[in-house]
């Protein structure tokens, strides 16, 4: 009986945490880009030009790509 038991694989977690990432970042993501759906009702509902709707989004992506050098930095010396 002890050979059949060995035999059985157990529960892994990790693709739990697997799956679960994925869901996550394709939720986080798809949130993230799809901007371009939102451009008109947010550009009528605050009055504002495509060009301030634009600058807004690219002032958004602007701090996101430079806060993610300084992220970087102080996870490599703190860790995550």
Known sequence: MPAARSKMRKF????????????????????????????????????WTRAVVSGAYSLNGGLFGFLAIIAGRLIDRFGP
């Open 12 to 47: 892994y977690y990790g693709n739990v945490v697997l799956l679960a990432s994925v869901i996550i970042l394709t939720i986080v993501y798809g949130a993230m880009f799809s901007f371009g759906v939102f451009f008109k009702p947010i550009s009528e509902e605050f009055g």
